[in-house]
């Protein structure tokens, strides 16, 4: 199993500034993935961060708004940049524990209100 | 591309039997995975068919059918507490992103 955390649990912010969000795993894992969950809806895979190298983005998804870094095994941080309206949404991290059953682990998530 | 079809919305009485259905279309097929999150929290794994058949675990079951692309969450004994939103998840391979299905919510009422 996988123990996550984020922060910050939630935030508001204006447009156009910036937001960290960090996520610490206590195990090591190889990936770890962020998601974006519309209030209501399912969850669209943002990124894949590996450690050592870029993060793989998904279509309709960039790193210059979306930068990732992945600094050891444990952690990574997604930032949302340049905010708008319609980034407000529930951000997730997860990982895969590796037990074999194709189970995913997710932190508490990112509530994020850009105003 | 991959993409996951499950209705919207179910409702259900306490003590009864629901069933979640999900439609799959992907480019390959690994597995099938269920996972439930309850509102304002994380989504918490159910279970995983690789293979055809039934899986059963406690009150909750899920069935595969690799033939019909084809897969559904079987809840027993409802109980409030199951009140949450059901996604069934898949994947092309063996290290591929997984993709979510569109969702369940499911109300149980008294």
């Known amino acids: 199993s996988a123990v996550i955390s984020q922060k910050p649990s939630r935030d508001i912010c204006q447009r156009g500034t910036s937001l960290t969000i960090q996520c610490q795993v206590d195990?090591?894992?190889?990936?770890m993935f962020w998601y974006r969950q519309q209030p209501g809806q399912s969850l669209t895979l943002i990124a894949t961060?590996?450690?050592?190298?870029?993060?793989?983005?998904e279509s309709g998804f960039v790193i210059d708004k979306f930068p990732i870094s992945r600094p050891n095994l444990t952690f990574s941080t997604l930032t949302v940049s340049n905010m708008s309206p319609e980034d407000s949404s529930i951000y997730l991290c997860?990982?895969?524990?590796?037990?074999?059953?194709?189970?995913?682990?997710f932190g508490p998530g990112t509530r994020l209100t850009v105003l | 591309g991959q993409s996951l079809e499950q209705p919207s919305e179910v409702t259900a009485v306490e003590g009864a039997i629901v069933q979640i259905n999900c439609t799959y279309q992907?480019?390959?097929?690994?597995?099938l995975s269920w996972y439930q999150q309850h509102d304002g929290g994380a989504p918490t794994f159910l279970s995983y068919?690789?293979?055809?058949g039934l899986e059963e675990t406690g009150r909750f079951s899920s069935f595969l059918s690799r033939s019909d692309s084809y897969g559904y969450l079987l809840l027993q004994e409802l109980q409030m507490k199951d009140s949450a939103s059901y996604f069934c998840?898949?994947?092309?391979?063996?290290?591929?992103?997984?993709?979510f299905g569109t969702g369940t919510k499911l109300q149980v009422i008294p």
């Open positions: 992907t480019s390959g097929f690994y597995g």
């Open positions: 068919n690789a293979l055809d």
């Open positions: 961060a590996n450690q050592g190298s870029e993060a793989t983005y």
């Open positions: 998840a898949a994947r092309p391979g063996g290290y591929q992103k997984v993709t």
């Open positions: 997860s990982v895969e524990a590796g037990t074999g059953e194709n189970e995913q682990f």
């Open positions: 195990s090591q894992v190889t990936m």
